[in-house]
């Protein structure tokens, strides 16, 4: 009986330990006497003991290589260096775990080799501002070459681009003599428009003031004219109602003697007397005495 027992317990023993419990984005490539049997997804799933083994445990996630800087030569012959950071994914875990022997070494080798080939087409200032077109090219191509290992290549970035220092020294002096170019024409710009401005504000004061001048003229014609207008209205009106009362010889001789007597009351030095207002002023003087 303990020999029954303890041949059980070692068979319990054996077969909780062959239960294996596969997780969520994880593979489990089993073996059955060293050859390739199934993979398992995820769920509870029992190995056959000292039959089936678990190969190789995959991981179903999204990983992220980032390769250490790489030198490279440009096609105008400028050694640089570039680290680039590889976006992957096991499709297929069998041929992940048969198809090549140590698969993060392949990519870092396949991405080293195909970085070196696509900027040795491109010179310096391409490799710069073309960032999209390397990494869609080194995409597409480490893409295709790991689909063998059933490994998809989702994306591909160039991290750092890193120039010699002379070149990166020459850049910064470019990109300052750049700027203080740009600064100068914004200022010359600015004192253009300033200078434009203050003309043309010159030129509407100066229209504005000619303006109101030739305003200031035109009324002061238009009140002179309105004025002497009146004038010529009153004398006519006076005229005409001297006319309608039909004034007698004595009136219009004492009218003379009126005006006379306005026109003496001016600076004159010479004063010449009609012989009609001579006559007047002695009816005038017979009249007063007649009075008396």
């Not at 593979?27 to 678990?54: D, N, Q, S």
């Amino acid at each position: 009986m303990p020999v029954l027992l303890i041949v059980l317990l070692i068979l319990a023993v054996i077969i909780v330990t062959r239960i294996r419990i596969v997780q969520q984005a994880k593979a489990y490539v089993i073996e059955r006497l060293g050859a390739y049997k199934t993979t398992w997804g995820v769920g509870i799933h029992f190995l056959i003991p000292f039959i089936e083994r678990v190969a190789k445990v995959v991981s179903l996630k999204e990983q992220v290589a980032d390769f250490p800087p790489q030198p490279v030569i440009t096609k105008d012959n400028v050694t640089m260096q570039i680290d680039t950071v590889v976006y992957f994914q096991v499709t297929d875990p069998k041929l992940f775990t048969y198809g090549i022997e140590q698969p993060m070494i392949a990519i870092e080798n396949l991405s080293a080799t195909t970085l070196r080939n696509i900027i040795g087409e491109l010179e310096l200032d391409e490799c710069l501002t073309s960032r999209d077109v390397i990494n869609t090219k080194m995409r597409s191509i480490l893409d295709e070459a790991t689909d063998p290992w059933g490994i998809k290549v989702n994306r591909v970035e160039l991290k750092n681009i890193l120039p010699p220092e002379a070149i990166r020294n020459a850049m910064e002096k470019q990109m300052k003599a750049e700027r203080e170019r740009r600064e100068a024409i914004l200022r010359a710009e600015g004192e253009k428009q300033s200078a434009i401005l203050e003309a043309e504000g010159e030129k509407e004061a100066a229209i504005l003031r000619a303006d109101a001048k030739k305003q200031q003229q035109i009324l002061e014609a238009q009140g002179e004219a309105e004025a002497l207008l009146t004038v010529q209205r009153a004398t006519a009106e006076g005229i005409k109602l001297i006319n309608e009362a039909s004034p007698s010889d004595a009136v219009l001789k004492l009218k003379s003697l009126e005006a006379f007597a306005a026109a003496a009351s001016g600076s004159a030095n010479k004063i010449i007397i009609p012989s009609e207002i001579q006559g007047l002023a002695g009816l005038a003087e017979g009249v007063i005495s007649s009075v008396k």
